[in-house]
């Protein structure tokens, strides 16, 4: 079975093809860090870290960017506000960033790039579009002219001229078109900024997206993702600065998640609704909001509150609970077993449904459901006084397996990580001092327990047989 991928840009499922075979280009993007994430930053952050997980589980390998948006006005009006340096205040906001989601089980992307660290690239890319005619400069400033870029509107289904309708120019702006956009945004007196072309300046929020993706990633990239929200003006400009430039179609799949309502009410200043992650994480399991997260399929809109939560949390607690009665029946040792094949079978049957559930657009709600499937046919081994170590092993995999490409962790498991973190180190001491024997005790131990060593270059790398 292969992937098929809702995209926004064709308004269709389509089977996905990466450009290269085994490899996917993906970029997300990242948030704009003048302040805490809520819960609502809290969900591409871990959806599109599930995408990449079970893209890997399917031998793709991924690289993964996600930008940090680290100037721009509300940076620059909370650093006054708060009498902090620009810096200092957008790598406070970057470390409580990655450690929010890092709580929360998502991996480290490959690429974290900066709009700071990225600003020479940003400025080739405008003054390329200036000469290909698609942008022009304007008393220091330099806008994108869309009216230019035919297929205009395409992300988001919409005419130029409905566009056009609904745009104005404000006051103070020198743009020629209410269409235009800003690519670069001359300096006001004592604000941060850099030289360019035009002047002291500093860029405009779309072009890094397309400067930083060109960078890491290349002209044309597999997935492209970020929230709904998003889709327009943003993902539209984006896509049609690079595909201005570089004459090429600039990302095959467009992958939007839906919005998050908090107690049915959309978040908002007004309401002073904004639930901060960091606040949850002091009062909840990391997993259990994961979970949460995932029991809604992405593109669905999904709704925060406490009841609902609770639920995800007694949901969990029953994979749990068969996972650990499991462990339990094994201390019995009978090892007695009746239809063990028919009962493995039937467990490898659950992993190609969540495959399926999975492959059909990461229905992660649907995948979730077989996870229960799974638990269910645990407790009902065990209520049939099995007692096969083969059987219950095969079950205790398999619920591990699947709770790991969600990015779901039993709470047993990451200690045994730093168990197997540990005997790894062991034996590499042992080999420094020549103990083959002691090295290999412990490789055969890990192997008992399913953990493949790989000696590589870079040192030892482990992970789970499936
Ligand atoms: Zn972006």
């Not at 390998?61 to 200092?88: C, G, R």
Request: hydrophobic fraction near 35%; charge should be negative.
């Amino acid at each position: 079975m292969s992937i098929t991928i809702y995209n926004t840009l064709t308004r269709e499922k389509e089977k996905f093809h990466p450009i290269q075979k085994d490899k996917v280009m993906m970029y997300v993007c990242g948030p704009t860090v003048y302040n805490y994430i809520h819960i609502g930053n809290a969900r591409p952050a871990i959806v599109f870290d599930t995408v990449r997980r079970y893209l890997e589980y399917k031998k793709y390998e991924v690289t993964y960017v996600l930008n940090f948006t680290d100037v721009d006005d509300k940076i620059i009006e909370a650093a006054k506000n708060q009498n902090e340096k620009v810096q200092d205040l957008t790598n406070r906001f970057i470390d409580a960033y990655l450690t929010d989601v890092k709580q929360l089980g998502v991996k480290e992307a490959t690429y974290h790039p900066r709009v700071t660290e990225t600003m020479d690239d940003i400025i080739v890319f405008i003054e390329q579009l200036i000469e290909k005619g698609y942008a022009y400069a304007v008393d220091g400033d330099v806008y994108f002219k869309p009216r230019k870029f035919s297929e205009y509107g395409k992300l988001s289904d919409q005419s130029i001229d409905e566009l056009r309708a609904g745009a104005r120019i404000k006051i103070g702006e020198k743009k020629s078109d209410p269409l235009d956009f800003a690519l670069w945004k001359k300096a006001k007196e004592g604000e941060m900024a850099w030289d360019s072309p035009w002047g002291q300046g500093r860029p405009g929020w779309h072009i890094e997206c397309s400067a930083m993706a060109k960078k890491y990633l290349g002209e044309t990239i597999d997935i492209h993702a970020g929230g709904q929200d998003l889709t327009f003006p943003h993902h539209e400009n984006e896509i049609a600065q690079s595909e201005a430039l570089n004459e090429k179609p600039f990302a095959n799949y467009w992958m939007h998640n839906g919005y998050m309502n908090i107690d049915n009410e959309k978040m908002s200043k007004s309401l002073d609704n904004f639930v901060l992650t960091k606040d949850l994480l002091a009062q909840h399991d990391p997993m259990v909001l994961r979970f949460f997260m995932l029991s809604v399929h992405y593109r669905n809109p999904i709704n925060f509150t406490d009841e609902l939560l609770e639920g995800a949390k007694n949901s969990f607690e029953r994979i749990k609970t068969a996972y650990y009665n499991l462990e339990h029946r094994k201390q019995v040792s009978t090892n007695i077993g009746q239809n063990s094949e028919e009962w493995l079978a039937k467990i490898n049957l659950h992993q190609q449904n969540f495959e399926q559930a999975m492959d059909d657009d990461f229905n992660t709600a649907n995948g979730i459901t077989v996870l229960f499937e799974l638990a269910r046919d645990a407790n009902i081994y065990l209520d049939e006084n099995q007692t096969s170590v083969e059987v219950i092993n095969a079950f205790q995999q398999k619920i591990v397996l699947l709770l790991n490409i969600l990015g779901i962790q039993l709470e047993e498991e990451q200690l045994l990580e730093e168990d197997i973190e540990a005997l790894i180190k062991e034996r590499e001491e042992a080999r420094k001092n020549k103990d083959y024997g002691r090295a290999d005790e412990i490789r055969d131990l890990l192997k008992e327990k399913n953990i493949i060593l790989e000696d590589t270059a870079q040192g030892v790398r482990w992970r789970r047989e499936g």
